[in-house]
Structures are given as structure tokens and as C-alpha cells.
């Protein structure tokens, strides 16, 4: 089984900064890919970014160049470090592990409790 702990979430004006952290506890025989989504009121959960076990990253075009997503693999924790918020951001962040490869007991998928963010203009 794999656990996620979201924090770091919280209000900020527009063009700050937050830095969310997701805490896994998983089974060490389990890799996953790891990754963000936000849901805003109203609004469908959407993807924000993502990193497998070797460190590539991808991002949705709308947090490109603001948003950085990083790991430590020692840690089981996931970053993601926002930057030049906009009001358009705020959402509850949510931590997802998708399973990459592992035994047959590893859990396939998993998602963190979701943290808050907000930002005002």
C-alpha cells in the first residue's frame, strides 16, 4: 500500500511563491511515477505536473516555467515548487502515485488528501 501526505499549501498574494511537499509511504519494491493535479471549485481535477524514478519531468502548459517538480528518491518525497502564482492557480493540490513497476502487491494507484492553495490578486 502507498500513502501520500500533502503540505505546504496555503494563501499568498499574486507572484509569490509556495513549495508543496508529498511524503510517500510506500513498499521498496514499488517505483511509481509521481504527480500533481489541482481541482478549483467547480472545475475538473487537471494534471500539473508529473516525474518518473529516473527524474524526467513534464508540465501542463498553463504552469510552464513557473512551476519546478523535483524528488528525493532517499525521502519518498515529491516537490513541487510554484512560483509567480496568479489567482488562476488556486486549487486544492493533490498528490498522486501512479505504479511504474514493481511486485504483484505494490498498489496500482493512490491519491494524497489534497492541500489548499490560494492566491489573491
Known amino acids: 500500500q502507498v500513502q501520500l501526505v500533502e503540505s505546504g499549501g496555503g494563501s499568498v498574494q499574486a507572484g509569490g511563491s509556495l513549495r508543496l511537499i508529498c511524503a510517500a509511504s510506500k513498499n521498496r519494491y514499488c517505483t511509481y511515477y509521481m504527480s500533481w493535479h489541482r481541482q478549483a471549485p467547480g472545475k475538473e481535477r487537471e494534471f500539473v505536473s508529473g516525474i518518473d524514478s529516473a527524474g524526467r519531468s513534464r508540465y501542463a502548459d498553463s504552469v510552464k516555467g513557473r512551476f519546478t517538480i523535483s524528488q528525493d528518491i532517499a525521502k519518498n518525497t515529491v516537490y513541487l515548487q510554484m512560483d509567480s502564482l496568479k489567482p488562476e492557480d488556486s486549487a486544492m493540490y493533490y498528490c498522486?502515485?501512479?505504479?511504474?513497476?514493481?511486485?504483484?502487491?505494490?498498489?496500482?494507484?493512490?491519491w494524497g488528501q489534497g492541500t489548499q492553495v490560494t492566491v489573491s490578486s
Open positions: 498522486n502515485a501512479q505504479l511504474a513497476y514493481g511486485v504483484t502487491s505494490c498498489t496500482s494507484n493512490s
